[in-house]
Nanobody, 120 residues
Framework: QVQLVESGGGLVQAGGSLRLSCTSS????????MAWYRQAPGNERELVAI???????NYADSVKGRFTIARNNFKNTISLEMNNLKPEDTAVYYC??????????????WGPGTQVTVSS
């Protein structure tokens, strides 16, 4: 099993910045895609940014130009640099990973989430 833990959430004013981090622990053969998702109250969980093990990156249109995802393949950690935050970015942010277990089975892991609140 691979466990993910997010950190770095908090309260910030509109226009401000936050940096989220996600660390992983446990046993896996490899970790493929890693991503950040978010879920605001009353909304479905949505993809914010995703990065493959080879470095391919995709962002949600709503965060392009403001958020930057980065990855350390050696440590299997990811970060999300969030700039020019807007009130609509307020949500619980979750770390996600596609895990290939020893033996070849593929699964996924989620972190418990970290709250980001942007005040206007």
């Amino acid at each position: 099993q691979v466990q993910l833990v997010e950190s770095g959430g908090g309260l910030v004013q509109a226009g401000g910045s936050l940096r989220l981090s996600c660390t992983s622990s446990g046993v896996a053969y490899s970790i493929n895609d890693m991503a950040w998702y978010r879920q605001a109250p009353g909304n479905e969980r949505e993809l914010v940014a995703i990065i493959g093990s080879g470095g391919n990156i995709n962002y949600a249109d709503s965060v392009k130009g403001r958020f930057t995802i980065a990855r350390n393949n050696f440590k299997n950690t990811i970060s999300l640099e969030m700039n020019n935050l807007k009130p609509e970015d307020t949500a619980v942010y979750y770390c996600y990973a596609v895990v290939v277990r020893i033996g070849g089975a593929e699964g996924s892991s989620w972190g418990p989430g970290t709250q980001v609140t942007v005040s206007s």
